[in-house]
C-alpha cells in the first residue's frame, strides 16, 4: 500500500485509523467538501471508520454528513496509508484510507457536520483544489 505525507517517526506509537473516502462522480463534475477548521481544505468526503462499524456503512455516513447527498453502491479503488497527528484526538495515528467510486444520487439537506461546504466542481478544477496528494492521485488516476 503506497504510503503519503510523512515518514514514520522512528519510537512514536501511531494507532490505526481506518477511512473510507469517495470519489463522487456525476458528468464532469465532482462532488469534493471544503472543511474550513482547523486548517482550511478541499477534500474527498469521508473520514474515519468508527470501532464495530463497517467501511460501506461509514463511507454513507461520512458522505451525508459531509455533502448532504446520499450516493449509489460504491465499487473499492483502493488505499493509501499516512503517519500523522491528530490534533482533534490528541494521538499518532496510522490513517489507511480506502477510496471508493461512487455516484451521488439525492441530496437530502446541507451537510450536517459543522465546518463543511458540498461543492460540485469541474473535474479538472477538483483536481487543482484537493488538498491531500493522495486524493489528487486517486482523482487523477480514474480521470485519464
Request: proline share 11%.
Amino acid at each position: 500500500m503506497r504510503r503519503y505525507g510523512e515518514t514514520p517517526r522512528r519510537g512514536q506509537v501511531y494507532h490505526p485509523r481506518p477511512g473510507a473516502y469517495a470519489v463522487l462522480l456525476r458528468g464532469d463534475r465532482v462532488l469534493l467538501t471544503f472543511q474550513a477548521e482547523p486548517d482550511p481544505e478541499y477534500q474527498l468526503p469521508g473520514g474515519g471508520i468508527d470501532p464495530g462499524e463497517q467501511p460501506i456503512a461509514a463511507l454513507h455516513r461520512e458522505v451525508y454528513e459531509e455533502t448532504g447527498w446520499t450516493i449509489g453502491p460504491p465499487r473499492h479503488l483502493g488505499a493509501w496509508r499516512r503517519f500523522t497527528y491528530m490534533p482533534e484526538y490528541d494521538r499518532w495515528a496510522e490513517k489507511i484510507c480506502h477510496v471508493w467510486l461512487a455516484r451521488p444520487i439525492r441530496r437530502l439537506g446541507p451537510p450536517t457536520e459543522p465546518g463543511h461546504t458540498a461543492l460540485f466542481l469541474p473535474a479538472g478544477l477538483a483536481l487543482e483544489m484537493l488538498t491531500h496528494r493522495a486524493e489528487a492521485d486517486f482523482l487523477a488516476n480514474l480521470l485519464s
